[in-house]
């Protein structure tokens, strides 16, 4: 039977995963809590569990463009330390103004009549902070114009 820490090793070939993500793997295997506690900080140690990377690679490697507060949430989810996640995202080297005027673009490529209120909506839903949206629709009214108007049905 493999120990806990050759299963780790097994588990972490096939995807990287957080220390709490690891830990709550192993607890599912017939492995005693000792053991498990061992193999975990044995991995931390060799280096192959590294909650910090996990962190900023998972922000890297977003393909969506979201808020600051919604990718802190997803790690948090994975079971980063809140305070961690929250210096992942603030040291990401796309902004969050970089992330919400991506998501501006991709919606008016994808919708051409979209009004203002809707596109406010949307990346809200994404997690971006109102005033940042309102800003950013404020500045590309400016500069390209208003947006469609849906008309109204009556």
Do not use: N
Not at 55 to 78: F, N, S
């Amino acid at each position: 039977m493999a120990t806990a820490y050759v299963c780790a090793l097994r588990m972490l070939a096939h995807r990287r995963l957080t220390e709490a993500q690891l830990w709550q793997r192993l607890e599912r295997k017939p492995f005693e809590p000792q053991e498990i506690r061992g193999a975990v900080e044995r991995c931390k140690r060799d280096g192959y569990v590294d909650d910090k990377l996990f962190a900023q690679l998972y922000i890297e490697g977003k393909q969506k463009a979201v808020g600051d507060v919604r990718l802190v949430g997803e790690l948090v989810r994975k079971g980063i330390d809140r305070t961690a996640a929250w210096s992942a995202v603030q040291s990401a080297s796309a902004s969050e103004d970089a992330r919400v005027q991506r998501a501006l673009e991709k919606l008016l490529r994808t919708k051409s009549d979209l009004s203002y209120p809707s596109a406010a909506r949307a990346l809200e839903r994404l997690g971006f902070p109102a005033p940042l949206v309102y800003r950013r629709l404020r500045e590309h009214a400016a500069e390209f114009g208003p947006f469609a108007e849906v008309a109204q049905a009556s």
